[in-house]
């Protein structure tokens, strides 16, 4: 039986689709050892492959943040400047997952508010308010700031980030 490179197997195909970031999620879910495999795809060549393998880290990190916890530092530095914005909104979803404290949720939350300045995207937007509202759930002092954020979009030119930030 031949191995599947994970890489090869998130090319191709239509941009807009997940491709066999399913099955690929499957077999990463199947053997920790593959994560590894999977998060390099985040620096592929392909931008296609990066969105997909970051759509897939995000769900290996969902049900497995003790496996993507390894990675805080290089998501924190390398992916964070990987300026696509597909990768971004999967760290935003990440980065909510990952049991972070001190330093590393400080610079997580610098990466979101500066994604948050950076991008006009509204999925970027929509998912970096809700990783905010993570962490200002499990850290009330962020509130008074966080509400300033959210007034700031509430009359977004996009309505669903409008109506994420007035709910």
Known sequence: MSRIVIEEALFGGDPRSLGRGEEILELVLRDRHRVKELFECLFSDDEIVRMRASDALEKVCRRRPDWVAPFTERLLVEVSRIEQR??????????????????????????????????????????????????????????????????????????????????
Do not use: C
Not at 94 to 113: C, M, N, Q, T, V
Not at 142 to 160: C, E, G, I
């Open 86 to 167: 597909s990768v971004q909104w999967h760290l935003a979803q990440i980065l909510s997952e990952l049991p972070l404290a001190g330093k590393d949720r400080r610079r997580a939350i610098a990466i979101l508010k500066r994604n948050l300045a950076r991008y006009d995207d509204w999925i970027v937007i929509n998912l970096t308010l809700e990783a905010l509202a993570v962490f200002v759930r499990r850290s009330p002092r962020m509130r008074t700031s966080f509400s300033k954020t959210l007034r700031t979009y509430v009359h977004s030119r996009h309505k669903s980030v409008a109506s994420r930030a007035s709910k």
